[in-house]
């Protein structure tokens, strides 16, 4: 079966969510899929979630747990760095059918991985591997490079009225 690259992005609540549903969907169909985790770093509850399914989905996480504002440290680019080749080692492995790429495009935004980064790893995809790429900021390289392109556009949220993230829905 032919996989495709998928780019969830855009401001709106739901790109992770849709990323974790398809994982769940590909898992039940007795896929493997590797999860890539380039910002969060923590126990977050999609994490402990899916250690359920750990005979099929596998989870690592690449971030340092701190949202960048400004130039990256070197730690950042070095922790994300190291996600970029494991996910590659992982691909070439042909092992997992399904590889997320989660808010890899905030790491490019943000400078921890370049654009050419990103493209590597989608031009080297294998034939039956469907890749997902999460995150706003999506380059338009990445964009045009996709097959499937979602943006999920904030119309109303809650958080405008002081709703914090809460356990289980947003964290």
Do not use: C, W
């Not at 169909?29 to 596998?58: H, N």
């Not at 992982?90 to 935004?109: C, D, P, T």
């Amino acid at each position: 079966m032919k996989g495709y690259v998928h780019v969830y992005t855009g401001k709106g609540k739901g790109k992770t969510t849709a990323a974790l549903g398809l994982s769940i969907r590909a898992a039940g169909a007795g896929m493997k899929v590797f999860i890539a985790q380039f910002v969060k770093k923590g126990d977050y509850s999609e994490i402990k979630s899916l250690k359920r399914l750990s005979d099929l989905i596998t989870i690592e996480q690449f971030g340092l747990g701190r949202f960048i504002d400004g130039e990256p440290q070197l730690e950042d680019i070095e922790a994300a760095q190291k996600g970029l080749k494991r996910v590659k080692s992982i691909m070439s492995l042909g092992e997992y059918k399904v590889i997320i790429l989660e808010e890899a495009n905030v790491a490019v935004k943000k400078g921890l991985l370049s654009v050419h980064d990103l493209l590597s790893v989608i031009f080297t995809k294998p034939y039956d591997v469907e890749l997902i790429i999460t995150g706003r900021y999506a380059s338009p390289r990445i964009i045009d490079n996709a097959d499937l392109v979602t943006e999920m556009r904030q119309i109303k949220h809650y958080f405008q009225k002081g709703v914090q993230a809460r356990e289980g829905i947003e964290k």
